[in-house]
């Protein structure tokens, strides 16, 4: 069972993992488990669900120090990064993306007028 393959230290390991931009399912390789063991272990681990929650925001802000750098002309000496490297796009994409419930685009559409649908009976199943 996969419960079994977890180990205490794994929810730490996450949050580093994925202060450093990772995804949440690569950290899968990193332990040697699959994708799906991982959603198993939210059921079963509070903290690591509690990690995750931590893990993704650590990820998020990742890549939005690194636009606010490339942007703004700000310098992150301490974090490591050279703001000439970083492609304003790939990080857009990956806000855009990963974060979707934050920076995903929203459309709402608006419809005026009559809906009218037509069921026949011979076809519908009653």
């Excluded at 272990?41 to 893990?55: L, M, R």
């Excluded at 703004?72 to 419930?101: P, Q, W």
């Amino acid at each position: 069972m996969s419960a079994s393959k977890y180990k205490p230290e794994y929810p730490k390991m996450l949050i580093d993992h994925m202060n450093n931009g990772m995804s949440y399912e690569s950290f899968g390789a990193e332990v040697s488990v699959a994708k799906n063991t991982l959603y198993e272990w939210e059921k079963i681990h509070e903290e690591w669900k509690e990690a995750k929650s931590i893990a993704m925001l650590k990820a998020q802000s990742f890549f939005e120090k690194r636009l606010v750098a490339k942007t703004s002309g700000m310098k992150y000496k301490n974090e490591g990064f050279d703001v000439k490297l970083i492609d304003n796009s790939c990080l857009i994409f990956a806000l855009k993306t990963r974060f979707h419930e934050t920076y995903g685009e929203k459309k709402e559409i608006e419809h005026s007028g009559n809906i009218e649908i037509n069921v026949d009976s011979d076809d519908a199943d009653l």
